[in-house]
């Protein structure tokens, strides 16, 4: 019998198929979203469904309700929060992710983001290619080397960043639910490390328990002058909070590849922050991560149609 792929991810028929490893496979691929109608419908009948990448088409209860025949949805990408994977773990369905196939690409822009705040360079282009040439206003440039150093999360993203961060000769601190051993890095509470940090960086996923975990108090515990980045999910900051500590001059800067709408209201005051360094949710694009992300992927679908457990399975089935 002939296996059915229903595909949300922006690919094409011919590129899932080479994603199973055979043309011996039915492909559904869903419409530009949204397309709620499209998705249930198509996966429906599907044994396997890669989610989407792009993180617009969703799978919620509904449609994971009559996923009969499914025996995997492998979201092609580090984050699962558009896949229902509680209700997924209630109907039998593994959800797995990519885990780890851009860490060393979002580590390098979190230490591209960091030394832009740090080290003014954004802003300093702009004023040069503005015609300007000395800075126009005071900078207070600090090495990244005397500064303090706090993580949250410390997974395959959250490592990469410590290792290119200790190169600096930063103190490294790090919070973590899971107890890790990292030589160099001083594991902390949440609270010690926004109290000691003159940079937090934030690599987690998003959960219940982690939207909104940078609020209102978090940025007040903060250090004054310090710089919060983020790199994982914009829901994770609460972006009103974060402009008003940064208007109050409390926070020092940020550096954001993600937002809590996106893409990022034109009007957003963050746009015009001198202090602040933006990006279009691009810190995991590379080729290699690319690369590395199909290679998952297609591993892990070619598993599951010969009969084997799929791995970095997220919800415990």
């Known amino acids: 019998m002939t296996e059915t ?13 080479e994603l ?21 419908e198509i996966v429906a009948s599907a044994d396997i469904v890669i989610a989407d990448m792009t993180h617009r088409h969703r799978l919620d209860r509904a449609s994971l309700a009559g996923m009969a025949r499914c025996r995997l949805i492998q979201q092609p990408a580090v984050g699962f929060d558009v896949i229902d994977h509680l209700a997924a773990a209630e109907f039998g369905i593994p959800v797995a992710n990519a885990a780890g196939f851009n860490a060393d690409t979002v580590a390098d822009w979190t230490l591209m983001g960091i030394l832009n705040v740090v080290r003014h360079g954004a802003r300093l282009d702009r004023e040069m290619r503005a015609g300007g040439w000395r800075p126009a206003g005071p900078l207070h440039a600090r090495d990244l080397r005397a500064l303090t150093v706090g993580i949250v999360g410390m997974g395959n993203i959250g490592r990469q960043v410590a290792a290119r961060v200790a190169a600096f000769g930063s103190r490294i601190l790090y919070y973590d639910v899971v107890a890790r051993d990292l030589p160099g890095c001083e594991p902390v509470t949440f609270d010690e490390l926004l109290d000691r940090s003159d940079v937090v960086t934030l690599h987690l996923p998003l959960y219940a328990g982690s939207t909104a975990l940078i609020g209102v108090e978090q940025l007040r515990r903060m250090r004054p002058g310090a710089i919060l980045c ?12 974060l402009v008003e500590a940064l208007e109050s001059g409390h926070i020092g800067g940020a550096a954001l590849d993600v937002f809590e709408v996106e893409p990022l209201a034109a009007d957003s005051p963050l746009r015009s922050m001198e202090n602040v360094f933006v990006n279009p949710h691009i810190a995991g ?8 992300l199909m290679e998952q992927t297609g591993a892990n679908v070619r598993r599951v149609l010969a009969g084997e457990k799929p791995v970095n399975v997220v919800n415990g089935v």
């Open 5 to 17: 792929i229903a595909c949300l991810s922006p690919l094409t028929e011919q590129q899932v198929r």
């Open 285 to 292: 694009g590379s080729e290699q991560a690319r690369a590395n």
């Open 20 to 40: 199973a490893g055979t043309e011996d496979v039915k492909v559904l691929v869903a419409p530009e979203p949204p397309a709620p109608e499209a998705v249930r």
């Open 230 to 241: 983020n790199a994982s999910r914009g829901p994770i900051v609460d972006e009103a909070a």
